[in-house]
């Protein structure tokens, strides 16, 4: 009678510890598939930043007109900003403008010699962080 309820003791702490690494395997799924998705406004929002530099570019916002036509459609810029801040989805920034390898990769460097070492020069495109990883 003992045996059995050890058994049965047993099969419920193995069912138990898979059931529970099923739920952390979907749970790893879904902030996956999560930073898939916020992947995606990030690039929707790079393509406002590249069409706002055309529109300057070309002086296409020289007019009244359509100066009030671009801030409209800078409100959904502004709307998938709020809706990342909301996701904890951070722009990373180099507030001292140095390098930091855990957030960023270099494409290029320049020497300047009235610059330190690991000094930014320029950003390609704009990192970001979730929950403390980075995204892009």
Known sequence: MIEKIEQQ??????????LSNQIEENHRREEQHLDEIFLDVISILDAFSREEKVIKDHEWNKSEDSQR?????LNA???????LEIHDVKKITFDDGMLNVNLCSVTDTEPDPEKPNDFIISIEKDGFTRNGHTLR
């Open 77 to 83: 810029k502004t709307r998938l900003n709020t809706i």
């Open 69 to 73: 036509a671009i801030k409209r459609l």
């Open 9 to 18: 003791i047993s099969d419920m702490l193995r069912s138990n510890k898979a």
